[in-house]
Nanobody
């Protein structure tokens, strides 16, 4: 099994910064795309940023220029540096990853996984 664990959330004032981390563990053979999503109260979950295994990135328009996604393939980890935070960024942030696991007998399984989420609150 694979687990994704987020950390780094918290309360920050408008204009402040936070750095989220996502650590993947388990019987991981490889990880393709990884991404950050967020869900604010009463709203649908939305994509924040994605990064491929080769480092290509894509961002939601609302966070371009303020957020930076990165990953460390050797550590099976992903990060989200969030600067110039706004109250509208308040949400639960979720880590997502496309993971291939290898089982005995040479069997591979590709699945999509979610973390449990970490709360980010931007408020004065």
């Amino acid at each position: 099994q694979v687990q994704l664990v987020e950390s780094g959330g918290g309360l920050v004032q408008p204009g402040g910064s936070l750095r989220l981390s996502c650590a993947a563990s388990g019987t991981i053979f490889s990880i393709k795309a990884m991404g950050w999503y967020r869900q604010a109260p009463g709203k649908q979950r939305e994509l924040v940023a994605v990064i491929t295994s080769s480092g290509s990135t894509n961002y939601a328009d609302s966070v371009k220029g303020r957020f930076t996604i990165s990953r460390d393939n050797a550590k099976n980890a992903m990060y989200l540096q969030m600067n110039s935070l706004e109250p509208e960024d308040t949400a639960v942030y979720y880590c997502n990853a496309d993971v291939t696991t290898r089982y005995s007998g040479g069997i591979y399984s590709a699945d999509n996984y979610w973390g449990q989420g970490t709360q980010v609150t931007v408020s004065s």
